[in-house]
């Protein structure tokens, strides 16, 4: 985390902003105190399965959510911060189910704290995989080190800039939801010509019989003319 912090210079009034999403795995109550008293905010699992169980036994109202049901309990131990604690029920094979969360953010309801729970970042998943599939980064390799390390790089760079694009080109479009092999395979293909005065794009042209011609245009002259 100071390693991140480092990196991405984060004043202590940007750390206040700043929201750590964070399963079982991520630390005991003194890691989590730690964190909170550098500013952080957070929304985190609890580690411990016989605490859940235990805070599960003080929950006076569940409220369904999804396919479980969730509480609200005072919070276990002193984080020196205010903090809000949720627990939530689930069944499996005939048996109830019980883990907590823990978080300093104001929501106005206990489904809105776990859908942004469930929305934490899962790289391994999505960036990883995505890049392996739409920038093939498994498919070409350098022998020497340095060599290596700048495709990755140029990689990283290249998500990115499709990132950029799918936030700000293609959502609210029929293609929000394409991934980087989609977006590269039946987007960024398409023929096309740039026209451009005095450094500024003034006119996009595509091939007019490609499948997604017509919707693209839209798409790219919202990105490039800002329209």
């Not at 009034?13 to 999403?21: A, F, G, I």
């Not at 952080?40 to 409220?63: C, F, H, I, P």
């Not at 936030?167 to 395979?185: D, M, Q, T």
Request: glycine content about 8%; charged content about 25%; aromatic content about 10%.
């Amino acid at each position: 985390m100071l390693a991140a912090e480092k990196a991405l210079e984060l004043a202590p009034e940007q750390r206040q902003r700043t929201v750590w999403r964070m399963d079982g795995g991520a630390g005991s109550d003194e890691q989590l105190t730690w964190l909170l008293a550098r500013g952080y905010q957070t929304m985190a699992k609890g580690l411990s399965n016989r605490r859940a169980e235990a805070l599960a036994r003080q929950v006076r109202r569940w409220d369904a959510y999804d396919n479980c049901w969730l509480g609200e309990v005072p919070a276990p131990v002193d984080y020196g911060r205010p903090v809000r604690v949720f627990v939530k029920r689930r069944l499996k094979e005939g048996c109830f189910l019980h883990s907590y969360y823990v978080s300093t953010l104001s929501l106005p309801s206990k489904g809105l704290f776990m859908t942004y729970y469930d929305q934490r970042g899962g790289a391994e998943v999505e960036q990883f995989r995505n890049d392996k599939s739409g920038l093939n980064l498994t498919a070409r390799r350098k022998q020497g080190f340095l060599a290596q390390k700048g495709y990755v790089l140029l990689t990283d760079l290249a998500h990115n800039l499709l990132a950029d694009f799918q936030h700000r080109a293609l959502v609210g479009s029929r293609f929000e939801n394409y991934g980087p092999k989609r977006i590269i395979r039946d987007l960024l293909r398409i023929p096309g010509n740039l026209i451009s005065c005095n450094g500024s794009i003034i006119k996009i042209e595509l091939l007019s019989q490609k499948q997604f011609s017509q919707d693209l245009m839209i798409c790219l002259e919202r990105f490039c003319l800002g329209s």
